[in-house]
């Protein structure tokens, strides 16, 4: 999927070391691969920091969530031009593309994040599974997304905000859909575990305005997690900005711990 340039909006050219539109404005693309498309914030948002980043490749590495990624593949179906807004450190990204790789399916995939630290993460693991062709990935916001009008196959938005408006610019006509939420018992037991007053998660499951919901797939399913892992997946979740270090700690003597996992995969297509 082509890129375009944030500021006047012309397509943009990928060079060795950058991209430039053909009105001359230019972006430098990092040693790793990711180019910085976005631009002066009003109010400036954060992504993910390295730290989340490496807990998320360690823990997502050993595979816990492959079932939720074989629900998102065989979603999928032929989709060509993908984009993962919010792609994060590019797991399920890349496990996309292998998945289809291995249907016949030649996709290409662009990753949005807003995160410049995460996206070194995602561009390294697409060269070093090989996946460095079939890849772009851009520093941008939802609210603002680098590419043209009805120019997706397929939106995957895992986790992650979700700009109904703007979604349905930039897919193709029945265009799909893919939102993965955690649903209300969504690692329970982790909760129950750190906090005296655990709360449920409270997740939309209805369609986005703009788009039909064709199924809402939920997977639920039980995970042991041994000591190092447990460490890094709530190291992944926002959990860890706001728990006191006693909390943290209660996680941190443990040897493991059985937890449930449960998501809802909204598979919706653009009306
Ligand atoms: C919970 S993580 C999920 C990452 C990935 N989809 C996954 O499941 O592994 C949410 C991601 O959304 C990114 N993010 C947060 N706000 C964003 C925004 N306004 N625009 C684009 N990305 C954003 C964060 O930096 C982070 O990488
Ligand atoms: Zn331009």
Not at 44 to 59: C, E, T, V
Not at 162 to 179: Q, V
Not at 183 to 199: F, M
Not at 247 to 261: E, F, G, H, P
Request: overall charge positive; glycine content about 6%; proline content about 5%.
């Amino acid at each position: 999927m082509e890129l375009i340039c944030p500021v006047c909006s012309r397509s943009l050219t990928a060079e060795l070391h950058r991209y430039v539109c053909a009105k001359g404005h230019s972006f430098d693309r990092a040693k790793s691969g990711y180019v910085n498309l976005l631009q002066k914030q009003k109010h400036r948002q954060r992504g993910d920091d390295a730290d989340m980043a490496k807990a998320r490749r360690s823990f997502l590495n050993a595979g816990y969530y492959q079932p939720l990624l074989d629900a998102v593949a065989a979603a999928a179906g032929q989709s060509v031009q993908i984009a993962d807004i919010g792609c994060g450190e590019g797991w399920y990204s890349c496990g996309l593309l292998k998945s289809l790789q291995g249907q016949g399916i030649a996709a290409e995939l662009t990753g949005i994040d807003i995160s410049p630290e995460i996206l070194r993460f995602a561009a390294a693991r697409a060269s070093a599974e090989g996946f460095a062709a079939q890849t772009n990935w851009a520093v941008a916001s939802v609210n603002r997304l680098p590419f043209a009008d009805a120019s997706c196959d397929c939106i995957v938005n895992l986790f992650a905000p979700c700009e109904p408006a703007e979604f349905s610019r930039i897919l193709k006509k029945n265009g799909l859909l893919l939102r993965a939420v955690p649903l209300e018992r969504h690692l329970w037991e982790l909760k129950a575990a750190v906090y005296d007053q655990p709360y449920e998660n409270r997740p939309v499951c209805n369609a986005q305005e703009g788009f039909r919901l064709e199924q809402l797939r939920t997977i639920t399913y039980p995970i042991t997690v041994p000591h190092d892992d447990l460490q890094a997946l709530f190291a992944m979740t926002p959990y860890i900005r706001k728990t006191a270090p006693e909390d943290i700690a209660k996680l941190t003597s443990r040897d493991s711990l059985t937890t449930t996992v449960s998501f809802g995969l909204l598979i919706c297509r653009k009306k």
